[in-house]
């Protein structure tokens, strides 16, 4: 049985009055119902083939129906008795949509009531049945309503309170992030002077160095160690080759110029 039931198949007589209590019985409440009238003998010789065919016809359409009722009011043990036959029992039992009957009084029960899905009493207790059934749906639905009402205001709420508190974090932690930085920033500026001062004095240093060691290999300091520099035609010589027999020297040392001629050179 659907949850909702709205569209209604009905198996009764257009004329009978426990089709119209049903009818009334429904009008009276809040809700939409889609009847369609399936219109069957519920009587006499013909009742068990006339309420089969109107089955039948039922279940060629079942997609446009939620639920069937099989509806008659009150009568004979006689007037009844159709709906304990084998045949019409078998279709009720076996309907592929849920059967609700209210065949009769309250005293009257029949083989179809035993076999249907739900059996009430009377034509106007199967429409009070649905009723009822749709004011419990609404009532869920009013209740699920409020629970997601609840439930999406303590969501927002929790969120806010997240949100909130990484916020505080978020500030908390750039304030300490600031901090350090500013913190570093003064340490570094302490440490820049001296930096900046034993940078010089290595460089100072590597001057240094670099004069003692230039120094040490100048030519004017190589000549006071005794050495010459012996030049013909204003180049220096640097092979004995280079020389020949009486060409002029100029020889210097390290407080003067020494001329003079070659008189021989001895290559080795």
């Given amino acids: 049985m659907p949850v909702v039931v709205q569209r209604v198949a009905v ?68 007037d009844l008795n159709c709906f304990n036959a084998y045949r019409l029992c078998a279709h009720v039992a076996q309907f592929p949509l849920p059967i609700l009957t209210g065949i009769g009084h309250d005293k009257d029960t029949s083989v ?63 304030g300490d992030l600031l901090t350090r930085q500013r913190l570093r920033a003064e340490h570094l500026s302490a440490l820049l002077p001296e930096a900046v001062r034993n940078f010089l004095a290595r460089q100072a240093t590597r001057l240094d160095n670099a004069a003692e060691l230039i120094a040490g290999r100048s030519p004017e300091r190589i000549l006071r160690l005794g050495f010459a520099v012996v030049r013909t035609g204003g180049k220096a010589v640097v ?13 210097e040392v390290a407080d003067g110029t020494i001329l003079g001629t070659a008189q021989s050179t001895e290559p080795k």
């Fill in 11 to 78: 198996v009764s007589s257009a004329n009978a009055a426990g089709y119209q209590d049903f009818r009334k019985e429904l009008a009276k409440s809040p809700y939409r119902f889609e009847v369609t009238l399936f219109d069957a003998f519920m009587q006499g010789a013909a009742a068990e083939e006339s309420i089969v065919t109107a089955l039948c016809a039922v279940a060629e359409r079942m997609d446009e129906f939620d639920a069937v009722v099989l509806i008659r009011g009150g009568g004979s043990a006689s």
């Fill in 112 to 174: 179809a009531d035993m076999v249907a899905h739900t059996a009430l009493k009377t034509p106007t207790a199967v429409a009070g049945w649905l009723v009822e059934r749709m004011t419990q749906t609404e009532g869920w639905l009013d209740y699920a309503a409020l629970q997601l009402h609840d439930a999406t205001k303590a969501a927002m709420h929790a969120s806010e309170v997240r949100l909130e508190r990484l916020t505080g974090d978020l500030r908390q932690m750039s």
């Fill in 239 to 251: 092979s004995a080759r280079g020389v020949r027999k009486g060409d002029a020297l100029e020889i």
